[in-house]
């Protein structure tokens, strides 16, 4: 359970091997969160979702129209986050499809309003667009709050170019936890305090 | 309590024979597992409404109405009328007239469908479906009710001294049930006008199911039609039986396995697990089925899918025979032991009839005296 001021960042990351780089750059990702938010005096618990690990249950989803019991947890630590990092691979000039399915099933209102930090890997350097032509139109449609600073890694980026990396990194991290002064906004429950039918009737 | 099964009238090929029977075979299947129901001593048989292959019953009251014809006990019912892209004119009608070729045993189960382009095909928007609902549903229950009715609203031109005609039998309109899997106003029109609410909940789990219908029985209070549990509450459930319980899975499995809405997605044992589907003995079929009193409340209706997915009608009459012989006679006994004296049974003809002669012999005493 979090304290009332504890903050949690759920991190997803699709990459496919174990490891993985994406889940190399969203543990980066999410440790520097993590210590913009302790220099601030604010407490943090990051929970990691590695979505190779829901793959069936997410075709399940799509094919049935609901998720498992296992995978409606992992999409509540989702939803009821105060921030996200997502990261997936770059395939075919995109983002993965097995990352995509996992923002398929949750409902399209899931995440409005809330603050994303963008992730993206890839062999080379040549593809780091995939963050502002695929990644941040999918939040934006989603209603999400992406901050302006993606981080791409490529190969070299885990070697030669780490240094270049790094300033990134630190800059995406600040900029997340700038947003998250912001309470998150409760959304009303439909079930708790369902539309009087009066006003369906009058609308 | 009440007992049946729903159909959803799909033609699917038989995944163990490689054969998929003619339109005109399944409509006459669909007859004979509503014959077969009354025979075996169940209550209710529903059909569903659809505009596009692979399914047949485009034309809910004509089916029914055969059906009545060779039926004495059976009440005829629908899973479900579409309210949204349906005339409610032609709703009211329709089934006023098979409410009294049917000699009242006759109720219908309002929902918005499933395939988003029979919208469209009907001359109706999608993104307006609980509004069509909402208001053709209100404009349906004035016609069933008032003589005349003047009318305007957003979706349907205006109508000027209409009377529907048959008026309903005995002056009852049919029972409705509002069924939905996911709407929350869906839920709340049932409790604001004290309907039966129905959640198919065969593809869903209990927790989904449990927030549909705990919102159902409260708001049904809120709106003084009784304590929320006296809601009318229905479920869906469906069922693969054999004596032995490995026999059953190994005959369902390959139905399952390739289904049209669940096939290639899950395994059977996970399905059955998250969802009501339960494959095995008569009496693991008892058991569950009496689970979903204590998930949801005592309820009134309880309708069985058995006969989708491309099952042969042979299998299905022996499921009949199954749900009639050995399953059905306990869950009434179970059920009716279980159940509160101030729960009601889900209404009827015979039963709204009563309660309407009462209501107007009330009126009559307490008009004073002149």
Redesign the interface.
Known sequence: MSTPSERVIAVVTAGLTTPSSSRLLADQLAAAVHDELSTRGVASRTEVIEVRDHAHDL??N?????P??NL?KVLTTVTTADALIVVSPTFSASYSGLFKMFFDVLDDQALAGKPVLLGATGGTERHSLVLDYALRPLFAYLKAIPVPTGVYAASTDWGPNAATLRPRITQAAAELVATLHHDNPTKPD??EN????EN??N? | MQFGVFSVSDVTEDPTTGTTVSEGERIKAMVAIALKAEEVGLDVFATGEHHNPPFVASSPTTMLGFIAAQTKNLILSTSTTLITTNDPVKIAEDYAMLQHLAGGRVDLMMGRGNTGPVYPWFGQDIRNGIALAVENYALLRRLWREDVVDWEGKFRTPLQGFTSTPRPLDDVPPFVWHGSIRSPEIAEQAAYYGDGFFHNNIFWPASHTKQMIDLYRRRFEHYGHGAADQAIVGLGGQVFMRKNSQDAVREFRPYFDNAPVYGHGPSLEDFTRETPLTVGSPQEVIERTLTFREHFGDYQRQLFLIDHAGLPLKTVLEQLDILGEEVVPVLRKEFAALKPAHVPDAPTHASLKTAAERAQALETIEEPVR
């Open positions: 075709t399940n799509l094919l049935t129209g609901f498992s019991a409606e439909p079930f369902p539309t009087p039918f369906l009737l609308s």
